[in-house]
């Protein structure tokens, strides 16, 4: 069963400033001690234009972005495309984290 995704939530009652919170990936973890799929080298994935294309009526300000892995991965890469361009990407080549701070 695939539970990745994102949640979102909304309430008519609008305020001075609005901020929310995108997980990607495996937030909950589910992930720890599977066995990746015969053949591949990592985990992947996708949140796709089909999803996010929803909140085209709303401007959307990313003003902060960072990469956690919990203690069980070693590499953890982000890419942002808008319209086929790569508009962003964040890489973490090594991680440990016991030196998250």
Known sequence: VDSSGIRVFYT????QFEVGVVQLGDPRVH???TPLPKGDSMHRF????SFTNQFQAEEVTVFTR?????GTGRRMETRQYRDG?????????WYDFNMNG
């Open 66 to 70: 960072y990469l956690h892995m919990h």
């Open 12 to 15: 008519t009652k609008l305020r």
């Open 31 to 33: 992930l720890l001690g």
């Open 46 to 49: 996708d949140c796709g234009a």
């Open 85 to 93: 361009s790569l508009l962003r990407r964040d890489q973490a080549d």
